[in-house]
């Protein structure tokens, strides 16, 4: 009776605040390379998050958010509601490459900004820089500050030889840690925000993701930690105090009430993070590459103290929020999203029948329900393999080796490829390959899979193809 009372006096106040067309501020914190089970309300013991904790314990935590394997294809699949299959954004956009996210597809910033949304990002963009016409201020966003690639030096924001720091394209030279510095721009654009106008405001920080780095002064409290993971601890610590000023820079503006929180992270965490109970890390679609941590907030609206287990992608926020925003999702672009809040506000069940968890056209997962296939997985981490490629693809072998079980050998021989399947509601480690025991649910499985890949694009092709749309000079009379 208290769950119902719950959910339906959220549901009053948030008919009442769409009655008075009241749009919400909205931020959103992507934090990179974060562990699954580094934060205290995900069952983290080793580092303190009291801001991130009190947040997610103020919210409703999503135990089932998917995210993509590596960091561009998450940020595409948030700023488009589509698939990588169909954004063609599989992997890592490198500095310098030829393409980004296609120019045929309108963000999540596009439409925020068309329903009225001030836009700004504040952090890692990772999705082209190869023209103007690739980076945040031309795709929707009013404004940008940090950087365009990860790896970056957290002191001197350099990656390699090159400067990665940007002030709306323009690039610049600044002292500070990195983490410092998109916290303190975050909160001045809170303070100083057009009033008139609802805000949208995307922190994706670059922490903490390597090389792990940090102020000593943050290294003190986990004297108990060595190495790579002590410094993980302080660079999370860093993460979470900046998350509290931002907060508080919220309330400050006396918007608390008004503004919708959401953190996730980009995907699994790689070592020394922790992923705690989930199989294999970054970089692949076993449940530590792909199931994010991750939590929603807004006071009045959705239930606190709550812990979600429906699945959902990440590619439903954008037109959960664009409808929230009261903006139009008419688009030429189809969405794979879905609008998740009656899920998240109303104990509504997942609005999916299945969820895609794709690493390339050949290596994807499917969740149906409790149950997940998996199609040529690897325990690998694949950021560090060649545009396109995934590192191990078609092996069935990884960081741990193959399953070794002789049901994955005759599974491999019976279908001619690595296929498993696996019960996450009795088995969230991926342990016990169930392909042979449940031949029929494979079958079914496999044909919406192969339904979801059918018209999969290649990896980088649409990106590189809608260079064509950026208006090339024109040659004078004698250039080659």
Known sequence: MKTLTLLFSSLLLTVSAFAAGKQPNIVFFLIDDLGYADCGFNGGKEIH??????????????????????????RAALMTGRYATHTGVYTIVRPHATWGLPLTERTLANALHDAGYATSIIGKWHLGEYEPAYL???????????????????????????????????????????????????CRTITEKDKTKPLFLYVPFNGVHGPL?????????????????????????????????????????????????????????????????????????????????????WPGHIPEGRRLKEPMHTVDWYPTLVKLAGGSLEQKTPLDGKDVWPMLTQGAASPHDAILCVQSPTVAALRMGDWKLVMNGSDADSENAPEGAAKGQGKGKGKKGKAGSTADAATEAQFGETLALYNLATDIGEKKNLALAQPERVAAMR?????????????GQLGQESNALI??????????
């Not at 998050?49 to 998450?74: F, H």
């Not at 390699?160 to 983490?179: A, S």
């Not at 044909?447 to 990896?459: H, V, Y």
Request: charged share 25%; glycine share 12%; hydrophobic share 30%.
């Open 49 to 74: 998050t009291p801001n991130i904790d009190k947040l997610a314990a103020g919210g409703t935590v999503l135990e089932s958010l998917y995210v993509q394997p590596v960091c561009s294809p998450t």
């Open 136 to 186: 945040p201020t031309a795709r929707g966003f009013d404004h940008h500050y940090g950087h365009y690639f990860g790896m970056l030096d957290y002191f001197t924001h350099l990656r390699g030889q090159d400067l990665d720091w940007y002030r709306d394209g323009q690039q610049i030279k600044e002292e500070g840690y990195t983490t410092h510095l998109l916290a303190k721009e975050a």
């Open 213 to 297: 780095e940090v102020p000593d002064e943050y290294l003190k409290p986990y004297g108990a930690l060595t190495g790579g993971r002590q410094k993980l601890a302080g660079m999370l610590a860093a993460v979470d105090e900046a998350i509290g000023q931002i907060v508080t820079a919220v309330e400050s503006s006396g918007e608390r009430e008004n503004t919708l929180i959401i953190f996730s992270t980009d995907n699994g965490g790689p070592p020394p993070g922790s992923n705690g109970p989930l199989r294999a890390f970054k970089g692949s679609i076993y449940e530590g590459g792909v199931r994010g941590c991750a939590f929603a907030n």
């Open 447 to 459: 044909a919406r899979l192969t339904e979801f890949l059918k018209d999969a694009a290649k990896p």
């Open 471 to 480: 208006e090339q000079p024109k040659k004078k009379k004698g250039q080659q």
